[in-house]
């Protein structure tokens, strides 16, 4: 029996497989606050009364990123959302620190974006 519980727990440690854009906002705020306030205290403590605070300041943060894509057309990806999400809270204080989590973040949605050309007519940008 002791075997099986190790054995879910090492299941249960490991990060998500997708994000549901509906718990974007929620999931990152909490894993940004947390990580801000492990690896980069001043900062947070100078920004934040406590870890409540950050939470609802972030979670509005990210809940009206998650708005401006939708308004836009962006298409959300899941899996995407979760490699990010666990590429943050992986990596040690330093990776956090120089931004090694952001390259998987910028690839969370895709947006077909119209720009004028030349000629006054939109093509894809």
């Known amino acids: 029996m002791r075997r099986i519980t190790v054995v879910l727990g090492l299941v249960a440690c490991g990060g998500p497989s997708e ?9 990152f705020a909490r ?15 100078t920004t934040y ?15 009206d990123q998650v708005q401006a ?17 666990s590429d943050m809270l992986d990596g040690s204080c330093e990776d956090f620190y120089k931004g090694r989590y952001l390259p998987a973040a910028t ?16 093509g894809p940008g």
């Open 19 to 27: 994000i549901a854009e509906a718990d974007y906002a929620e999931s």
């Open 31 to 45: 894993a940004m606050c947390d990580r801000l306030h492990e690896c980069a205290r001043g900062t947070f403590d």
């Open 49 to 63: 009364f406590s870890l409540s605070d950050c939470h609802d300041q972030l979670e509005q943060q990210f809940g």
């Open 69 to 85: 894509q939708d308004d836009i057309g962006c298409d959300y990806d899941a899996e995407k959302a979760a490699t990010a999400y």
């Open 107 to 122: 690839n969370i949605w895709s947006c077909d974006i119209l720009v004028e050309d030349e000629h006054g007519g939109h």
